[in-house]
């Protein structure tokens, strides 16, 4: 049923930027929950995810935990360093100790209103991992790039230098998202073989850096307006593993129906 490559479980990630105070994200993952429990939502075969801001994981855990969700959680940001004077930062010893699984790094929002580099998602990549926390690597280009023709070599060289030291047998906490920049927010969604172009890219490019055997088994996704009614058109494409979600992902009904794509109708115009 649900999977369609045994080699990779799909992921729906819910980036909920900065949206919700802690009643309304304990709310939303109960309004979920109970969609997807209704629904006999086969948590095994398609893995949920949602990423709360930092002022709501606690509360979001605790939900999680009390009720015994399958959901699981994780964090849009954390510091490149491990403990100390670095007012306002967020570690990633913090956040796994609050049960994050996961965590996004290198968000085009984060690289363009707080000038992330290279470096620096590079930096909090290797932080994830040391804390074990599965790095979501955020990736793609903007429009000025798609139109001159150069969003692979772009998107894959982001990959290339937030991967920088990072070894084989750490790839399989690795996730990668490409969000191409203008299909964020915009309602202008990519379409399906857009998709498949830069994920398949991205795959051959952690191939030739760490082996087939490793890039069969890393989680590629697709970012940028995914909905219920685009889905199941893009998940289809043999190379997108599954989608970051913003906007949809705070709508329960709608977030429901995204993870549970393979209900859906391929839309031709999808
Ligand atoms: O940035 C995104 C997820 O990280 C995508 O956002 P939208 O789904 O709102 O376009």
């Known amino acids: 049923m649900a999977t369609k490559r045994a080699e990779r479980t799909p992921l729906m990630a819910g980036n909920w930027k900065m949206n919700l105070d802690h009643r309304e994200a304990v709310h939303l993952v109960q309004k979920l929950a ?3 429990q209704d629904k006999k939502h086969d948590f095994d075969a398609v893995e949920v ?4 801001s930092f002022t709501n994981i606690r509360s ?7 009720d015994r969700l399958r959901i699981r959680h994780g964090a849009q940001d954390l510091s490149p360093h491990d403990k100390g004077a670095y007012t306002g930062d967020v570690s990633g010893a913090m956040l796994a100790k609050l049960g994050c699984s996961y965590v996004v790094v290198g968000h085009s929002e984060r690289r363009q209103h707080h000038r992330e580099d290279d470096t620096i998602v590079n930096a909090k990549l290797q932080a994830a991992l040391r804390h074990g926390i599965r790095p979501i690597l955020c990736v793609g280009e903007g429009l000025d790039v798609r139109k ?3 969003h692979v070599e772009y998107t894959v060289g982001q990959v290339q230098a937030a991967l920088d030291g990072v070894k084989a047998e750490q790839m399989s906490d690795v996730v990668i998202a490409y969000e191409p920049v203008w299909a964020i927010g ?5 379409t399906p073989d857009d998709a498949q172009e830069v994920c398949a890219a991205i795959r051959k490019v952690v191939g ?3 082996g087939d055997d490793v890039a069969r088994g890393v989680r590629v996704l697709y970012g940028g307006s995914v909905k219920a009614s685009n889905v199941a058109g893009i998940m289809a494409k043999p190379d997108v593993d599954g989608a970051l979600v913003g906007g949809a992902s705070l709508d329960p009904e709608e977030f429901a129906g995204i993870c549970r794509y393979y ?7 999808a």
């Open 34 to 36: 109970w969609i997807l």
């Open 49 to 52: 995810v949602v990423l709360p």
């Open 60 to 66: 979001v855990q605790t939900l999680i935990d009390g």
């Open 148 to 150: 001159e023709g150069r």
């Open 186 to 190: 915009t309602g202008e969604v990519a």
């Open 208 to 210: 030739d850096r760490f």
């Open 263 to 269: 209900d859906l109708p391929i839309l031709p115009s």
